[in-house]
């Protein structure tokens, strides 16, 4: 049987009532957190990623969602601790959308990101990326689609690393443009990454450790 991973997406703008839910289920540390981002936006963002996650980490584990706790590994990748450590989650938010990832068997990272306005797509990844991805991104017909490319590239490459649980910077290199399987650099190991269908000018990836398939199922809704 495959593994199965649950991926959600969800909007950042969300009505008062329902972003007062989110604030309930946060901790102090991530209240002082969003406290600290200068624009609204930002801190409704932050506050909805962060209370999205204990929600549903709290209903796969049946467990308040207000009491999980994370702990932060060698390179910043948070881990639920205590009884709820067996469950593997992953966050990431761009512009008005977030996505949580949720796995019981292996670890996970999911990696969305809004294709970035203006730039030079095929200059950042002759600078960061493997040579045979940069001749991908240089092949694109026109600026929108080399853009596009170059974003499809870096959010595998983030759920790769987040999967892993390393830093990004040394993995920038690592080649993700062909087959389904990457090997990272730091640390080193085996990811397993997945393309899913995201809305226009949107890139959504997802990894898991190890070589083996899984299943993603899409979710479009906390509680969905």
Request: net charge positive; with cysteine.
């Amino acid at each position: 049987m495959r593994d199965t991973v649950r991926v959600w997406i969800v909007a950042a703008a969300v009505p008062a009532d329902e972003l007062a839910r989110y604030r309930a289920v946060l901790d102090a540390d991530e209240r002082r957190r969003a406290a600290r981002l200068g624009a609204e936006t930002l801190r409704d963002r932050f506050t909805v990623a962060h209370g999205a996650l204990r929600l549903l980490a709290g209903q796969a584990t049946g467990a308040s969602p207000a009491a999980l706790a994370w702990r932060p590994g060698r390179y910043g990748k948070p881990a639920l601790t205590g009884p709820w450590a067996g469950l593997h989650t992953s966050l990431s938010y761009s512009g008005d959308l977030v996505a949580v990832a949720l796995s019981e068997d292996r670890p996970v990272g999911v990696d969305i990101q809004h294709v970035a306005p203006g730039g030079d797509p095929v200059a950042a990844s002759v600078r960061l990326f493997h040579p045979q991805e940069a001749r991908h991104v240089a092949a694109g017909a026109g600026h929108a689609d080399r853009a596009l490319r170059f974003t499809r590239l870096w959010a595998r490459k983030e759920a790769a690393v987040k999967a892993a649980g390393g830093p990004l910077w040394p993995n920038l290199g690592m080649p993700v443009h062909r087959g389904d399987t990457v090997e990272c650099v730091r640390p080193v190991g085996p990811h397993r990454l997945a393309d899913l269908p995201a809305p226009a000018g949107v890139a959504l990836a997802v990894a898991l450790a190890g070589t083996g398939p899984y299943t993603v199922e899409r979710r479009c809704a906390v509680g969905g």
